[in-house]
């Protein structure tokens, strides 16, 4: 999830954005994409199946991929198994390709930068690629821009690059998932999810029709590049939240600013920051930060454990479950929520409203607008899987299990 | 109600903006406030009614209209009614004010401007002061920034003015209410009025600290005025429309750019709007333009009658009333519901779904969001009542009646 945000090419076909972007990727272990991929002489084309079900490769983003990573393959030999390609053979050999999210897809939640990302690294793994992560980035960027950032764990910086090429405009990681371990990261998933535009759409109109847009991308960002970069060295997090949050609502700020005017967060999502800017002011010092990408779902980060208990007690109290299932409202990290002193329906039952809150707590109890909450932390990056019980491909078949 | 938003104040205690703004004034017969004034020598203070209810003139805003406005008076004499008061006799006289409007107070459709500009029309009709409307009008923008504006009937611009004291930053007619008569306006009244952020905190906390605002100020908003005077004095709807449209989404792209981020619109507006973008691109010349203030009404403006009825028609199918009285649903001028063909709850329940709708229409009413909508069309500035039965205030008490 971007802290401060990608939005705008300044290259439609190689996907270059206009401005520097850096990103925190989630701990694999409550949100992840698996990808399996497969070659064989017997298949006839290059397919690809993304939760099961069958998808067309024929998208630039797609191709654009695969023919770069082929264009950098190398002999493979697995004398055990018996398996032995030459270098020239990968043009000639199709591959599938089977990936699932854990997470819900294109709901604002980077579905499509940890599909590529994990694409490009399954592709590069399988035909003996040797280009490192950065180089490698600059492929997944030709798959989705955001992709090029979700290789790397920790905190991600997508550099711009000076090269026409697009070669230089890579991912470089500026801390890995460990240095900044206090961090806590609550997503709130918003159950209504209308229609939306399409991020790469979206980014097209903002360039063509805001008025804001380059000065934002020219004299804005940059500053904050720098400013943000500061603060996660130095874990900085009352200049990391600020710049955070004020980056969420920029980025939303230009959408609203094109024609047609994009609305990516909604009723929910705009109660969520108000209760989080509340307490922030309340407290004196940034307890919690928070951003949306290109949907109504929210991005919450905790100065540590604490904050984040408190944070959860304060989304429970305001965004009660429907059910009185509370284990599947509360997914990913459960001893959050264990932490917040909170078991079962009763305990949310029985929150007391936030001391901040003068107001009549009446109106601020919003049933059905929350679809789950899941309790994770920055996590690492792309990784290869041995494990064959894993595989999403069945190795007889080719096809998805 | 602005087209060319003022947000931004230069000056805090002159009440200077930091860019010039358009605003057309709404026809008083569905719209308006209205201020009876009175005075007399057994009145121990100065003191006032809103609606009905006793309020604090206290606040620097009425200070400052009052003691411009005294300073301003001269001798009255009635020979008929035995009122004789000398120029300096208004200094130890108090006054009694009573106002009312016609219309949702503080939700954002520009009570505070309309209240101002009558009381200061008022008073200064009562002190027999000599200055026209635009001298007015500077005293008008001491009590509200925008108050500036509704002294003027049809389209009226705020100019900056150079003057340190801001004599010259006053208000001026670019034409009047009948140059234009083929627009018709709607007016969706929001149902949830959630407590917002006053015009004037908000502005404040934009300039401290929004980092887009002074782009806007200096580079976005100057051209724009231009265009829209061009626009309004050519009749050029779709220009209008366009800038009318594009300054809404980038006054709230401001507001959200604030740290805390400002919310005035909400899901009902942004429905609304999403709807009028549709139909404008289906047909390909716009046919309505959309904008809101301070709040999530929304103002739409009609290309002509016939396009105000096709609008109608959308809006109810979208958003049906609650209860079979159509008729305190939808309010002012009533001919533009009879032009609609709907008489009935019968004719909006078999309303057919606007052609550009090709997804599920199910998933497109709403119940219950919209208070109600009133019909209206551009109207006349502020003029004196002679009618004594409509006074406000009792002739023999001073109080309200």
Redesign the interface.
């Known amino acids: 999830m971007s802290v401060i945000k990608y939005w705008g090419k300044r290259d439609e076909k190689l996907i270059l954005a206009m401005n520097e972007s850096i990103s925190v990727t989630f701990d694999p272990t409550h949100l992840c994409t698996t990808t399996t991929v497969a070659v064989s002489p017997v298949f006839d084309r290059d397919r690809m199946w993304l939760n099961g079900k069958e998808m067309s490769l024929s998208g630039r983003r797609y191709q654009n991929c695969l023919r770069e990573i082929r264009a950098r393959a190398n002999d493979v030999e697995d004398e055990t198994k018996g398996i032995k390609i030459a270098k020239n053979d990968w043009e000639k050999l199709h591959v599938h390709i089977s990936s699932n999210n854990n997470f819900p897809t294109a709901a604002g939640l980077a579905s499509s930068a940890s599909g590529f990302a994990c694409l490009v690294f399954a592709l590069a793994k399988l035909m003996n690629v040797q280009e490192d992560n950065g180089k490698l980035s600059a492929i997944a960027r030709q798959g989705s821009g955001s992709a090029c950032r979700s290789l790397h764990g920790g905190f991600v910086k997508w550099v711009m690059g000076k090269e026409e090429d697009g070669s230089d405009s890579i991912a470089v990681q500026l801390v890995d998932e460990k240095y900044w371990d206090d961090l806590v990261i609550i997503i709130a998933v918003v159950s209504s999810q209308q229609?939306e535009t399409s991020s790469s759409s979206g980014m097209l109109q903002t360039v063509e029709?805001s008025?804001?847009m380059e000065?934002?991308a020219k004299?804005?960002v940059p500053k904050r590049v720098i400013e943000m970069e500061e603060a996660i060295k130095n874990r900085d997090f009352s200049t990391f939240a600020?710049l955070t949050?004020?980056e969420n609502?920029?980025f939303?700020?230009?959408c609203?600013?094109?024609?047609?005017?994009i609305?990516y967060m909604?009723?929910t999502s705009?109660r969520i920051?108000?209760c989080v800017?509340k307490w922030n002011?309340s407290v004196g010092t940034p307890q919690a930060a928070y951003t949306c990408d290109a949907g109504p779902n929210v991005v919450l980060m905790a100065r540590d454990r604490e904050a984040a208990t408190l944070l959860l007690r304060r989304l429970l109290f305001h965004f009660p479950p429907n059910s009185t299932d509370i284990d599947s409202y509360v997914v990913g990290d459960k001893l959050i929520l264990k932490d917040a002193g909170v078991q079962n329906i009763n305990d949310v039952e029985s929150l007391p409203p936030p001391p901040e809150i003068e107001?009549d707590v009446l109106n601020y109890k919003y049933k059905d607008e929350i679809r789950y909450f899941i309790c994770t932390r920055p996590g690492k990056g792309a990784v290869l899987l041995t494990d064959e019980s894993q595989a999403l491909l069945d190795p007889e078949t080719g096809l998805p299990k």
Chains 1, 2 share one sequence.
């Open positions: 229609k029709t008025t804001l000065y934002r004299e804005v600020r949050c004020a609502n920029q939303h700020a230009i609203l600013d094109t024609s047609p005017p609305f909604n009723d705009h920051i108000s800017e002011r107001d």
